[in-house]
Structures are given as C-alpha cells and as structure tokens.
C-alpha cells in the first residue's frame, strides 16, 4: 500500500530510505516533500530511524552526484573515474556536510547486524528485492516497523509495510 508522504499522522515513526535525504540534499521536483517531511522529524511530530547502511547509501550517491557536478564527469563512468583517480575524492566535501545533517534532523542511525544480513538474504530470496532494500526491510522488521518513507515503489510489494512517496 501506498500513500502521500505530505499526509503522514503526527506521532508515526517511520523508516527513512536514502532517496528521501538524497532528494532533500539535491535539486529534484520532489526535494520540497522530502525536506517537509524531514522538518517534521526534527521538530518531533513525526519519529524518525534510518541504518547505518542506508546512511553509506546516502553518502555514496551525493559523493558521485558531487563529483559529476564539480569534475564534470559523465555519471555512466564516475565510479570507475573516481576509483581511477582518489585524489579527486579527497577534494569532494560537500557529500560529508549533508550526511552528518542527518543527525540534526532527529533521525536515530540504527546499526546493522550480521543478524540483520541473515534476514535480509532470505527477504531477497523470497521477495526479490535487491540486498540494501532487504536490509532496510530486515532492520525495519526488528524495530517492529510497518511505515517507511521511501520512493522505490518495489518496497510496497513486501507484506506488513505501509510505503509512504513523496509527491510533487
């Protein structure tokens, strides 16, 4: 099931999945949603967790994003580009500052626990999602978490979760 980000109830705590930070750090027709949302959080009327690996996620899109921006680089090659020349990445900053903003907003970092890989090999297997789509479902699951704010549609197909999208 799918719902309207904007239209979340007061006192819910929901997931937060990488593309709702990514669209708040970049320009996008959805980044007025994600920030709304996460304001909400900061200033207590909604809960807020995320994980450790969606965080990774998060800063690893906004260093590329960064690096196309800065460098001019095609995005079909940055990583390789990037991995080619690392002196680049020590100029790239930008990424960092974003990422630790997700403190401020409110937002508890859960970890990740070889536990948490365990279930999320069999919620690949059985549901087909992709391994970092299935460790925020497995570290949802073992916070008893049913609401997730996330843009990937294929999250609403896993029984038990309410998937809340940003709209325009």
């Given at each position: ?8 109830p007061s006192?819910q ?6 593309n709702?930070c ?7 027709p959805?980044?007025a949603a ?15 967790s995320?994980s450790?690996?969606?965080?990774a996620e998060v800063?690893h899109?906004?260093?590329l994003?960064?690096?196309?921006h800065v460098?001019?680089?095609?995005p ?5 580009y990037?991995k080619e020349?690392p ?12 990422t630790e ?9 859960e ?19 992709l391994?970092?789509?299935?460790l ?7 916070l ?7 843009n ?7 029984p038990?979760l309410t998937?809340?999208?940003?709209r325009?």
């Amino acid at each position: 099931m799918t719902n309207d980000l904007a239209t979340v109830p007061s006192g819910q705590h929901l997931f937060i999945d990488a593309n709702i930070c990514i669209y708040h750090f970049t320009q996008s027709p959805l980044t007025a949603a994600c920030t709304a949302l996460l304001q909400r959080v900061e200033m207590g009327n909604l809960v807020g967790s995320t994980s450790v690996v969606t965080l990774a996620e998060v800063s690893h899109r906004l260093m590329l994003l960064e690096a196309i921006h800065v460098f001019g680089l095609v995005p079909r090659t940055a990583v390789r580009y990037l991995k080619e020349h690392p002196d680049l990445v020590t100029q790239l900053s930008q990424y960092r500052v974003a990422t630790e903003a997700v403190a401020t907003f409110n937002v508890t970092v859960e970890p990740v626990t070889p536990e948490h890989f365990r279930a999320a090999q069999q919620l690949c297997a059985r549901h087909g999602l992709l391994t970092n789509d299935a460790l925020l479902v497995a570290v949802m699951q073992s916070l008893a978490l049913t609401d997730l704010a996330s843009n990937d549609s294929d999250l609403a197909t896993v029984p038990g979760l309410t998937l809340w999208q940003p709209r325009p």
